[in-house]
């Protein structure tokens, strides 16, 4: 059988790919390994953003809920999206799918569960998988070893579990382990939590998981993994040279991510993989002739949206087209609550670019709304060319930050000021408004002024 385009992975960047495509008229195939929908449907985004959301009402009511209980629920909205959003759409849209494995055994050839299938144009989205540090040990505790797919096959509440890794993922299952009433570790290698962001932001939610009971402990190494009779022991040495140790029911990695390229055939049809393990795209997603690649599976930004933005990327340009793709506004969020969201530069980052900054931080507890809300703890930090005044970088810690933010990326996609942000009416009471208070900030001091100005 002869397709215009074959996809691999059914995740968002493949199942996007495949969507543009079979819209165009393509004759397509999808080829997938896990479940649609891929980590994002099925073990990342969805479900973990529910049971962030879950807990967090349950706090506000003063209601328990357990570990086990919230994972089944959350397996259900999973399912529901899954069969409505990825399942149901397969055949209104006329695409092929098999789910199972595939190589390329020459160009234009691929090997589909043993079965030869012919096609003009792939792209490759086979995603990514948990990355294994090499702890010494760590493969002999493997029955004690979680990871974002493994976290949905407990069928039991732990009382113990050990995180290695403070970035987004660490810092959300942190809350959610420690809020569903798990005692919950994080060890964290780099010295503050989040270390790619502004220094504020890993300081405030160290700040608020420990208040939900994390134990917090940064800069450590570590040393080694025991299994137990009962469970699992890490060896590590803290920032101050200590070897401590620390018993748990399970180890929960999120220690990032890498793709799994092996038995795909790549070399089959001249797809060059990096050092670091990714597939080597161009600016077009173009990974060889006739063959692309999106998603977690290129080193770029591990983002649902952006992921489905260049599963659209790439298959535009397999049926011909001559598309770029734009990674220089791209607003990201980590759901914990309160919600930390940033879109642009960080300080330190436009002064190595430009040698000059202009910032300015304003504390959650100006605005109304975070007092509405009930939220002590956050802040706005936005950034400024001084030069033109135009916004380069806002960070955010705040109730509904990962909503806000979106103001910030589109003044800054239409190139506005600080000055365009006060002349904009919002809505009151509103978390939107800090934007406003920021670019207040720059001319006068915010703590001194009424509910609504200007």
């Not at 390994?33 to 994002?40: A, H, I, M, N, Q």
């Not at 399912?79 to 397969?90: A, D, F, M, N």
């Not at 290698?189 to 890993?202: C, F, K, Y």
Request: net charge neutral; glycine share 10%; aromatic share 6%.
């Amino acid at each position: 059988m002869h397709y215009d385009l074959v996809v691999l992975g059914g995740g968002a960047a493949g199942f996007s790919a495949a969507t543009v495509a079979a819209e165009r008229g393509a004759k397509v195939l999808l080829v997938s390994r896990g479940p649609l929908g891929g980590t994002c449907v099925n073990y990342g985004c969805v479900p973990t953003k529910f049971m962030l959301s879950r807990l967090s009402v349950a706090k506000k009511l003063g209601v328990a809920v357990g570990l086990k209980e919230l994972l089944s629920e959350a397996k259900r909205v999973s399912s529901e999206l899954r069969k409505e959003r990825y399942e149901s759409l397969l055949e209104s849209l006329g695409i092929d799918y098999v789910e199972g494995t595939a190589r390329f055994s020459d160009k234009g050839v691929l090997e589909v569960e043993g079965k030869e299938i012919r096609y003009r144009s792939a792209v490759i989205a086979v995603g990514a998988k948990t990355w294994r540090p090499p702890i010494k040990g760590l493969n002999e505790a493997e029955d004690r070893i979680l990871d974002n797919e493994k976290l949905f096959t407990l069928e039991v509440d732990p009382s113990k579990i050990v995180i290695l890794g403070g970035r987004a993922q660490g810092v959300e299952i942190a809350q959610i382990m420690a809020r569903s009433g798990v005692n919950v570790t994080l060890l964290q290698r780099s010295p503050r939590l989040l270390p790619q962001e502004e220094p504020e932001v890993g300081l405030l939610l160290e700040q608020v998981l420990s208040e939900d009971g994390v134990g917090v402990e940064t800069g450590v190494s570590l040393l080694g993994v025991k299994r137990t009779h009962s469970g699992v022991r890490i060896y590590y040495r803290d920032k101050k040279g200590v070897e401590k140790t620390e018993d748990a029911d399970y180890i929960y990695l999120a220690t990032g991510r890498k793709p799994v390229l092996e038995g795909l055939g790549l070399e089959k049809v001249g797809v060059r993989v990096s050092s670091e393990g990714f597939i080597v795209v161009d600016e077009h997603l173009r990974a060889a002739e006739g063959i692309y690649a999106a998603g977690d599976c290129i080193n770029g930004y591990m983002l649902e949206p952006v992921a489905a933005r260049e599963g659209y990327i790439a298959a535009m340009n397999a049926l011909g087209g001559n598309l770029v793709m734009d990674y220089t506004i791209v607003p990201r969020a980590v759901f914990t609550d309160p919600e930390f969201a940033r879109v642009g530069m960080t300080e330190r980052e436009f002064m190595e670019k430009t040698g000059v900054c202009a910032c300015r931080v304003v504390d959650i507890t100006h605005i109304p709304k975070a007092k509405i809300l009930g939220y002590n703890k956050g802040f706005i930090k936005m950034i400024v060319d001084p030069g033109t005044r135009r916004i380069v970088g806002v960070h955010m810690v705040a109730p509904n930050a990962a909503e806000a933010i979106h103001e910030a990326a589109l003044a800054m996609r239409s190139g506005m000021t600080i000055d365009d942000i006060i002349d904009a009416v919002h809505v009151f009471p509103t978390i939107s408004e800090a934007l406003k208070y920021a670019a207040l900030a720059f001319y006068r001091d915010v703590s001194k002024m009424p509910c609504c100005l200007l």
